[in-house]
């Protein structure tokens, strides 16, 4: 059964009515219904609110990493374990081919039902987690191979014993290090990128959102109740803290917006994959005709930029 939202009833009741037309085989009000749903679904997805595309970004059919993974990834092969303490299964890494090129990816990995949800926190790494993904970065590197990351995560878990590893200083040490990497580093936003938790693996020459993605600071859950100790404010501090692919490219905070489908990843898992693997393609050709010193140079200036504003 398909998961809706409360703004995707129309779109649902109009599905439950082509399904009953196909049972009855009748073509012509199939025909009528499916362009009734195209221009409800223009209607409904061409005007979507900030919060409603935070909804969007949080759907629970909408693909995670290892969808991604398995629908543009040949010969695919998992590493596991940081090396140091255990394996952190909320981060993925792979080494396959992707269209004939080898890449590593590395994705924060949410979970379906209570068994894997549990499994993977809830998409909410460990150290270990963000140090394998180091650890597999600098193999990549070793090997000279391009990798792609795939951000979606409320943020960082926060627990004790994360604390107690260094939680912290495994997200900072990944900042510092991806930033010197001598590979094309492409990453994109595909749901949730929370805080700190996205930043760790957000460092590239390329960062990109899909449409229906946010990337914050904070959760517009945390931020409704420090600021306003009101967790009904949800939807306010969702249009304040701008975290939405327009408002984030508008800065200079992203570098491009992937285009998936306009009803949703989560209704065409195909084409939005085919949309994060041309977007991923088309950087590395052009990254790859830079050489090590362009690539690191201008990988410097991106990242020095972020937050430089000119008073007038």
């Not at 898992?269 to 050489?291: H, T």
Request: charged share 30%; hydrophobic share 40%.
């Amino acid at each position: 059964m398909a998961n809706y939202l409360d703004f995707e009833k129309p779109i649902q009741d109009i599905q439950n009515d082509i399904e009953a037309a196909q049972a009855r085989k009748d073509d012509a009000a199939i025909e009528i219904l499916q362009k009734d749903l195209e221009k409800e679904v223009k209607k409904i997805f061409g005007s979507l609110n900030d919060y409603q595309k935070l909804q969007l970004a949080r759907h629970p059919d909408r693909p995670y990493a290892l969808d991604y993974i398995r629908l543009i990834m040949e010969d695919a092969q998992e590493i596991h374990g940081d090396r140091m303490y255990r394996e952190d299964p909320a981060i993925l890494c792979y080494l396959g081919w992707i269209d004939g090129q080898k890449t590593v990816v590395i994705g924060e990995q949410k979970g379906r039902g209570t068994k894997h949800k549990l499994r993977r926190n809830f998409g909410m790494p460990h150290p270990e987690g963000y140090r394998k993904a180091l650890r597999v970065a600098k193999m990549a590197e070793k090997f000279n191979i391009p990798v792609l990351m795939l951000i979606d995560t409320p943020g960082a878990y926060p627990g004790l014993g994360a604390e107690e590893r260094g939680q912290s200083e495994a997200i900072a040490r990944n900042l510092f290090e991806f930033s010197g990497l001598k590979i094309p580093l492409v990453s994109i936003v595909i749901g949730e990128g929370g805080s700190g938790g996205a930043l760790a693996i957000g460092v590239a020459d390329r960062l990109a959102m899909m449409r229906y993605s946010v990337f914050s600071v904070i959760s517009p859950e945390g931020c409704s109740a420090i600021l306003w100790n009101d967790p009904g404010k949800v939807e306010q501090a969702t249009k304040a803290l701008k975290i939405t692919p327009d408002a984030l490219k508008e800065h200079n905070l992203i570098d491009d917006i992937i285009d998936e489908p306009l009803i949703g990843a989560h209704r065409d898992k195909e084409s939005a994959a085919r949309a994060v693997k041309n977007y991923y393609l088309e950087s590395v050709r052009s990254l790859r005709e830079l050489s090590r010193d362009e690539l690191l140079n201008k990988r410097y200036e991106k990242l020095t930029a972020v937050g430089a504003f000119k008073e007038e």
